[in-house]
């Protein structure tokens, strides 16, 4: 018989994607946001973590890239300890880690050409990225993905010229041009209408799949990641209090993530049609 992982997934037989051991985060006001968290990734697949205000999530995906430094534990991508590493180590270490923000975080008055070639800013020489002189491949590969997101056309238009999901997607291709060997995703949805966010979740999810790449989303939609992730995490005061496959969300399980409430309500019905389009 296969040996199984928790929430029914097969056990990794080779080295994880990612794996966390451990992992606590105490601030210097003394507010614990982690608690000795556990996870691993051993396949791509997209995983949705959610939780109340403040549970630790978005700490959680900083923690991976070290863009917040943890207090206690271990972060292996592919083996290699991003917390014990040193200062120039994770530089090498984070050009394998895309990051998507909630808030874009493109520079306003690039283009969106020049912004989504800014995932290739470690790996060209310092020259050339003051010249924008990048190599052939990377402009081409800068135009496909701008295709791929629905936004060939835009490659110059600035980025304060556009919506807010056009500026989300214009985060995803920078991301991607890194060729990242892991993706943290930090609240994609929360600035946009109901419908972009199905459209970005969807968009991720295939992009993901497609490159066999997995993602970290923090989310705080229920619904979204029910619809568009393989695995769900969920936090409770820092504390990992559910992981298991989407389809497993019930009400009890959202009661023990986020405390007593109606959920059925929350749970998305089997039948519910998820074939909308990923256009602009």
Known sequence: MANLAEGGRPAAATQPILRIE???????????ALSSVDLTVDRPEVIAIIG??????????RCVNRLVEPTAGSVRLHGTDIVAASRRELRAIRRRIGMIFQEYNL????????????????????MATLRWNYP??????????????GLGGYQDTRADALSG?????????????????????????ASLDPKTARQIMRLLRELATERQTPALV??????LAQRFADRVVG???????????AASLTPEVLTRIYGDEDWGATIRPDSEDDQESTGR
Do not use: W
């Not at 936090?235 to 496959?245: H, W």
């Open 22 to 32: 451990g992992l606590a985060k105490v601030y210097p006001t003394g507010t614990r």
């Open 52 to 61: 109340s205000s403040g549970a630790g999530k978005s700490t959680l995906i």
């Open 107 to 126: 520079v306003e008055r690039l283009t969106v050409m020049e912004n989504v070639l800014c995932g290739r800013l470690g790996y060209v020489g310092l």
């Open 136 to 149: 052939p491949e990377d402009i081409a590969g800068a135009f496909a993905l701008l295709d791929r997101v």
């Open 165 to 189: 999901g056009q500026r989300q997607r214009v985060g995803i291709a920078r991301a991607l041009m890194q060729r990242p060997e892991l993706l943290l995703v930090d609240e994609p949805t």
């Open 218 to 223: 923090n989310i705080h939609d229920v619904g």
């Open 235 to 245: 936090l409770s005061g820092g504390v990992v209090v559910f992981d298991g496959p």
